[in-house]
């Protein structure tokens, strides 16, 4: 996993300079200024420049924007202020066709070069929420795969695909289980990573949204959109693994290492039947566990 954990993005309108600054200290892993539906079409064009002010701020955590839609005549300008420095990640909306990964590597590859940043130092995280890039999915992880370090995971986005599909969004989300699943899958096949799970929007259901965190780390992701400071929290604990569990995995490794050593591939530990897919689990669980400490301790 890159940079630390990815467990919480915490989103904050790009044009609202108390916010983006309060963002940016809450303990989200990573925060995201929005400069796509969080901020009017008037004020696009001024918030650029209050998005890349804040950034160059101190800050806890790593820093993304959210430009508007690559079919947008906002985008290419977005780019343009945005990247720098003080710049993690872009957050691509609406991602339907594997040619704007490219165009959009090929653009930050030319800001990188005229602005003495690393070679694809900025990665991209494009969200998935609509029927036609569901549907191209497999196509489209392939192709952010390809780019060489530039994509590194995949996002999902149920407001608007559930507005796409007219589903009803409700509270069991049981309706999202399709998407999330897919996602998941097709991460793991292109060899991406964990992809990063939806926003919950019913902010005072802080009942739901923890059993939404719980189910998205049941079904395969690695993190979660945010919309609230207070949503980080019960982000941040749900994608962390419990230390019991640590501990638990831990023992399996050794447990499994000595029989391995005694020419056994089988054994049980606690009543758990151990093989090589349980150890290799229990080695990502761990290694999960050092990214996550290693990242609190230099915080």
């Not at 809450?26 to 004020?43: M, P, Q, S």
């Not at 019960?234 to 020419?263: D, L, Y």
């Amino acid at each position: 996993m890159s940079h630390g954990p990815n467990r919480s993005f915490l989103f904050a309108p790009g044009d609202h300079p108390r916010r983006a600054e309060k963002v940016l200290q809450v303990g989200a892993d990573a925060a995201i200024l929005d400069l796509e539906d969080a901020v009017a079409v008037a004020a696009k064009p001024g918030a650029r420049e209050a998005v890349r002010a804040a950034l160059a701020r101190p800050r806890r955590c790593r820093g993304f924007v959210r430009v508007n839609a690559f079919g947008t005549e906002w985008c290419f300008a977005d780019l343009h202020v945005v990247v720098g420095p003080a710049l993690d990640g872009i957050v691509l909306p609406k991602l339907e066709d594997g040619a704007e990964l490219v165009a959009m590597d090929w653009m930050l590859s030319a800001l990188e070069r005229e602005r003495g940043l690393p070679p694809r130092g900025i990665e991209v995280m494009p969200i998935l929420e609509t029927a036609l890039g569901f549907s191209r999915l497999g196509a489209l992880a392939a192709q952010a795969k390809a780019l060489g370090g530039r994509v590194k995971r995949l996002a999902f986005g149920a407001g608007d695909y559930t507005l796409d599909l007219g589903l009803s969004w409700g509270r069991a989300e049981t309706e999202l289980e399709t998407a999330r699943a897919a996602i998941v899958l097709h991460s793991r096949a292109a060899g991406l990573e964990p992809p990063i799970d939806t926003v919950w929007i019913e902010l005072r259901d802080a009942e739901g949204y923890a059993a939404s965190c719980a189910r998205g780390v049941a079904l395969g992701f690695q993190g979660r959109l945010c919309i609230h400071p207070d949503q980080v929290g019960v982000a941040n604990a749900a994608f962390s693994p419990p230390p019991e569990e640590v501990a638990r995995a831990e023992r399996i490794i050794a447990a499994f290492a000595e029989a391995e050593a005694q020419g056994l591939a089988s054994i049980q530990v606690e009543g758990r039947f151990v093989d090589y897919p349980i150890v290799e689990r229990a080695q990502r669980l761990v290694a999960l566990a050092r990214v996550i400490r290693e990242a609190r301790e230099s915080a």
